[in-house]
């Protein structure tokens, strides 16, 4: 697997279409597909359900890297498991029994992430991570799209690269939030290997050419 790994983030399309905005993913090289799921609640927006994960699934050979942005994460986890997610990340700050239902994740053959807000440092999830397929960072407050990044969130990136090497898991750490390529070499540097992005990738008039671009950092 060649890293970094880019995964255009849906929240950012045009959902009027969405099977036009995969299929641009699918020509564009990335490797991913991030859905973002909210619920109005845990973030101030409502995005979509397991039917269109199912409906899209079929349109893809992507990973598709399901992100709930939602509380009670644990009565959503088995409807996204069969509607085709391939990774289910849920918020640490979110749930009381965050181990639960990493193992639940599993049980259902997915990959298990877990993510944390701009205002959650990397200590509040720091036990889990034995138990983690990946850690997503968010670097702006989760909601919307088209925000600028948060640059002492990168500070965890790099406190995660760190215990990740000290404790030698396998975990993948993800980034969300304002990158493009200005911020993009940021988040590498400091020890990302899945760069989301939704605003630079759906405005770019050439998606392959950045997600090139991207990639060559």
Same mark, same amino acid.
């Given at each position: 697997?060649? +890293? @970094?790994?880019?995964? @255009?983030?849906?929240?950012?399309?045009?959902?009027?279409?969405?099977? =036009?905005? %995969?299929?641009?993913?699918?020509?564009? &090289?990335?490797?991913?597909?991030?859905?973002?799921?909210?619920? &109005?609640?845990?973030?101030?927006?409502?995005?979509?359900?397991?039917?269109?994960?199912?409906?899209?699934?079929?349109?893809?050979?992507?990973?598709?890297?399901?992100?709930?942005?939602?509380?009670?994460?644990?009565?959503?986890?088995?409807?996204?498991?069969?509607?085709?997610?391939?990774? !289910?990340?849920?918020?640490?700050? =979110? %749930?009381?029994?965050?181990?639960?239902?990493?193992?639940?994740?599993?049980?259902?053959?997915?990959?298990?992430?877990?993510?944390?807000?701009?205002?959650?440092?990397?200590?509040?999830?720091?036990?889990?991570?034995?138990?983690?397929?990946? *850690?997503? *960072?968010?670097?702006?407050?989760?909601?919307?799209?088209?925000? $600028?990044?948060?640059?002492?969130?990168?500070?965890? !990136?790099?406190?995660?690269? +760190?215990?990740?090497?000290?404790?030698?898991?396998?975990?993948? !750490?993800?980034?969300?939030?304002?990158?493009? $390529?200005?911020?993009?070499?940021?988040?590498?540097?400091?020890?990302?290997? *899945?760069? %989301?992005?939704?605003? =630079?990738?759906?405005?770019?008039?050439?998606?392959?050419?950045?997600?090139?671009?991207?990639?060559?950092?």
């Amino acid at each position: 697997m060649k +890293y @970094p790994l880019i995964a @255009p983030s849906l929240l950012s399309a045009d959902f009027s279409h969405f099977a =036009a905005a %995969v299929a641009a993913i699918e020509a564009s &090289g990335a490797e991913w597909l991030h859905l973002d799921v909210m619920d &109005g609640q845990f973030v101030p927006n409502l995005t979509f359900g397991p039917k269109l994960v199912a409906d899209l699934r079929s349109q893809s050979s992507a990973v598709f890297d399901v992100h709930l942005m939602t509380y009670t994460p644990e009565n959503l986890v088995a409807a996204f498991a069969q509607a085709g997610a391939d990774y !289910i990340t849920f918020h640490g700050e =979110a %749930v009381v029994h965050a181990h639960r239902l990493l193992g639940h994740i599993r049980t259902l053959g997915k990959k298990a992430g877990i993510s944390i807000v701009p205002s959650t440092s990397v200590s509040g999830i720091e036990e889990l991570l034995p138990f983690v397929d990946m *850690v997503l *960072v968010m670097t702006v407050d989760p909601g919307f799209g088209g925000q $600028e990044l948060i640059p002492s969130c990168l500070k965890k !990136i790099k406190t995660l690269a +760190y215990l990740r090497e000290q404790g030698q898991y396998g975990f993948l !750490i993800s980034v969300d939030g304002g990158i493009h $390529e200005s911020t993009a070499p940021l988040a590498l540097e400091a020890g990302a290997d *899945v760069l %989301v992005t939704g605003s =630079a990738f759906f405005k770019a008039q050439d998606k392959a050419a950045l997600v090139r671009r991207l990639k060559g950092l």
